[in-house]
């Protein structure tokens, strides 16, 4: 690279480096040598445009991809707008029959493209992507393209139709984001592993039980979670026993909700006292309430990036003597509904703590609960 083109990828990171408060980037030098300096510039407008940070997470992960394929691919950046053949390319290199590549080597992604994504670390399973991952990244093409003010092909019948039948031709089962949901039997265990008065031990326990409790919240939102957020609410009292202590969450705009929505869910009991044990142990009055902890035992002033929610609930797992493999993060939010469903208590009321939109969704874990009790499952009992 000469020092011309070196020069330009410097300024292209400090330019990254102007919203890395908005949208976190720890990969900011692979992105400033992947991404156009209108690439960059679109973001930073975007964050000037208020735009949700996980969305802009997401859509920084996907043009980084598409202009890394591209230029694996085919030696250039991705055009603007970008041809029907091209985008025929990129179906054709990520979705395709494993069984028909045994038998032809050439079938799908190229050998030679496959080597370059997989040393920058953007390739990582074997076999053909999930669809969904495909439509996602057209689908972020398609806005950049309408962003720019262009006209692109991403509605054309050639390009509806080779999707529609590669995904006919490479049947993939459908799965869940996390294999078991953490119901309440299996968040105590968890809980259970959190014994010590370790700040790392005070810290998972509130994790746990508060993203659990919430309504099953999203990773990003526990990662998220700042003391501003929290509003104490007054204490409840339930058939004359002691006060619980109660608080509300403030989440803002969710992946879910609308623009200007302020969407709030409540904790009660055990939960507080945990967040409130965590905070006071770790002496946060304001800013990110869950912080990494480093080997000494000292409370970084930076919150846990979200992936670090997903590894608590696997070591936790496994602390527990589960297989890590079949849990995540996921799993506190299939699991909040499922314990619901398990429970008696009403969707309804189960999705203003969810704060889930569509009573489909939700409904399939409900569904689930009473199928798996129903006497038809139970016919030879």
């Known amino acids: 690279m000469t020092r011309g083109s070196r020069t330009i990828v410097d300024r292209r990171s400090e330019d990254l480096d102007t919203i890395a408060a908005v949208l976190p980037i720890g990969r900011r030098d692979e992105l400033a040598e992947l991404l156009t300096n209108q690439d960059v510039e679109t973001l930073r407008h975007l964050v000037s445009e208020g735009m949700g940070a996980n969305t802009l997470r997401a859509l920084t992960s996907d043009l980084a991809y598409l202009q890394a394929w591209s230029l694996a691919a085919t030696g250039r950046s991705l055009p603007w707008p970008a041809p029907e053949a091209l985008l025929l390319k990129f179906v054709a290199h990520h979705l395709w029959d494993a069984e028909k590549r045994t038998q032809d080597p050439d079938h799908g992604m190229p050998a030679d493209v496959e080597q370059k994504l997989r040393i920058q670390g953007l390739l990582r399973s074997p076999g053909p992507h999930a669809p969904d991952t495909v439509r996602r990244r057209l689908a972020t093409w398609s806005t950049l ?19 529609r039948l590669a995904v006919r031709a490479t ?16 968040l105590s265990r968890l809980i259970a592993t ?5 700040l790392r031990d005070v810290r998972d326990r509130a994790i746990l039980m508060v993203a659990f409790a919430s309504g099953g919240r999203r990773r990003s939102e526990i990662a998220g979670l700042r003391v501003e957020q929290l509003q104490p609410e007054e204490p409840i009292q339930i058939d ?37 044990a965590w905070l006071a142990a770790a002496k946060i009055d304001n800013g990110s309430v869950f912080r990494a902890i480093d080997r000494w035992g000292n409370v970084s002033r930076w919150p846990l990036e979200p992936q670090a929610i997903n590894d608590i609930v696997k070591q936790r797992a496994a602390m527990a003597g589960l297989d890590p493999a079949e849990f995540s993060a996921h799993g506190l939010r299939s699991g ?39 006497q038809a499952s139970r016919i030879l009992d």
């Not at 393209?145 to 999707?163: C, E, H, N």
């Not at 309804?348 to 489909?360: D, G």
């Open 194 to 198: 959190c014994t010590t008065a370790s």
């Open 336 to 374: 909040y509904l499922t314990e619901a469903a398990n429970r008696g208590i009403p969707l309804p009321e189960a999705m203003e703590q969810s704060r889930h939109r569509s009573v489909q969704q939700a409904s399939e874990y409900y569904n689930y609960a009473q199928r798996r009790g129903s």
């Open 240 to 276: 004359g026993a002691y006060p619980l202590p109660s608080l509300s969450i403030h989440l803002g705009r969710t992946k879910s909700s609308g623009a200007d929505s302020d969407e709030v869910v409540y904790l009660s009991g055990r939960p507080v006292d945990a967040l409130n």
């Open 145 to 163: 393209t309408k962003w720019r003010g262009l006209v692109g092909f991403f509605g054309s019948p050639a390009l509806r139709s080779a999707i």
């Open 171 to 186: 049947p993939r089962p459908r799965k869940r984001k996390s294999a078991k949901a953490v119901t309440g039997d299996i």
